[in-house]
């Protein structure tokens, strides 16, 4: 029977000799996790991995592939018999193939870890490279091919051409979790996926203000959560009514102080769900100068409120590069729904610039509102998120 199989490269992972064991064995028990009951084999060797599995699991194992954080690339290969002519017939239905898909220029890349083959690598390039240029299938180029088709001789032999670029980053599940701040924009699910990539486990929390946002500015949060779990192995995704807690804010203090406070309070109840759920930091996606309430003294009284360390891996990028990570990942176009989450409902024309932390703890003081925050605490959902392919 024909199996389906793919070589999978991992990059980071070489350069982390004090615990690469570890980091290669949560690896190796994601890939497993996320397809699992498709009747397909994950395996490291060498610092490859490998998986294989029946034909029709192909489009699960290259969608968990497109999925698993802490990989380079991928390629689905051809495993042939260790003579050149073998790897030649290979080497032709991949150039075959690319050619039909449009490439003019190819370069063979060979590697030989078996020096028990009689060819070197040089040597295997240039036999399989002829095979394809003789026919006039493509134009060699070695310096700037349009595709590369590969030839490794290992303890087996692979071909295969197009390599598919993979996540990068460490396996979720080495770096400790995290808790999200969650809203419906652009910056907070990027910024899940970007420490996901650090290798934590993310859950996720979201303030909602029925009936000022409506069901559907929840729902964008919810596909967003369904999205983030995908990469990071399922994500569990709290909900905390914040209707009161805003108009609170709204009655009780000045109006240019409103988002700044509504920071703190949601810093508040990050406080108390981190424990609950094992997070160990704080995750927001506010980037340096983005909006008002993103300037460094804003951000430091947030942080001050903090119990936990807050990550923001945005707060250098700019817009552009923030969206183009949003679209690489699909959360852009959820993300882009017209529907509103709360704070800009209640969001000042003025927002303070520089707010100072000792008056900004006044308000919050004279506001009460600490009781109210533990309510909201206790009466929040939670809706639970899992990773396995949807196809
Ligand atoms: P985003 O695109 O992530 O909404 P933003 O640029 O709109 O960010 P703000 O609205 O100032 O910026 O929010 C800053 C951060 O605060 C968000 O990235 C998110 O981490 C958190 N946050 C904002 N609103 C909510 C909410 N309703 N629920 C949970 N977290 C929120
Ligand atoms: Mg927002």
């Known amino acids: 029977m024909n199996e389906a199989v793919y070589l999978v490269k991992i990059g980071e992972l070489m350069l982390k000799s004090g615990n690469l064991k570890d980091f ?19 395996s490291l060797r060498a610092g490859r991995m490998y998986v294989e599995g ?21 390629a689905r290969a051809t495993v042939v018999s260790k003579d050149i002519d073998s790897i030649k017939e290979a080497v032709l239905a991949e150039a075959l193939k690319a050619k039909e898909a449009g490439y003019k220029t190819f370069k063979i890349e060979a590697r030989r870890s078996d020096k028990s ?19 006039g299938i493509m134009a060699v180029d070695v310096h700037h091919p349009e595709i590369e ?37 652009i910056d907070s699910p990027v910024a899940g996926y970007r420490m996901i990539r650090r290798g934590m486990k993310i859950d996720c929390l979201y303030f909602h203000s029925h009936p000022y946002t409506s069901p559907e500015a929840q729902q964008k949060v919810e596909d967003l959560a ?54 160990k930091a704080i995750i927001t996606g506010e980037s340096l ?10 951000l430091t009284v947030t942080n001050s409120s903090a119990a936990y360390p807050v990550l923001r891996p945005l707060i250098g990028l700019d817009k552009e590069e923030i969206i183009a990570t949003a679209k690489q ?13 709360c704070c800009v409902l209640f969001s000042p024309k003025h927002p303070i610039l520089r707010a100072d932390p000792a008056v900004c703890m006044e308000i919050y003081n004279k506001m009460e509102i600490d009781e109210m925050l533990l309510e909201a605490f206790n009466n929040r959902e939670h809706k639970r998120f899992g990773f396995r392919n949807r196809l």
């Open 24 to 42: 290669e064995q949560r690896l190796v028990q994601n890939a497993r996790l996320l397809i699992e009951g498709t009747g397909s084999r994950v």
């Open 54 to 74: 029946p034909e029709q699991a192909a489009a699960s194992i290259e969608f968990m592939l497109n999925h698993l954080v802490g990989i380079t690339g991928w």
């Open 117 to 135: 083959f009689a060819l070197n690598s040089y040597e295997i390039a240039r036999l399989a490279g002829e095979a394809v240029y003789d026919r």
């Open 149 to 185: 088709i590969a030839v490794e001789v290992r303890e087996r032999c692979f071909v295969y051409g197009n390599e598919h670029k993979g996540h990068r980053g460490l396996p979720p599940g080495t770096g400790g979790k995290a808790l999200l701040l969650l809203s419906g924009g």
């Open 226 to 279: 369904q999205n983030l779990a995908l990469y990071g192995l399922g994500t569990h995704l709290n909900i905390v009514p914040f209707t009161a807690v805003q108009q609170r804010i709204r009655d009780s203090a000045p109006p240019d102080h409103a988002t700044v406070l509504l920071r703190i309070c949601m810093m508040k109840v990050a406080n108390m769900l981190c424990p609950v759920v094992s997070a």
């Open 289 to 298: 100068g983005q909006v008002a309430s993103q300037t460094i003294e804003n």
């Open 329 to 341: 990942i699909g959360t852009y176009d959820i993300s882009i729904l017209p529907y509103e989450d």
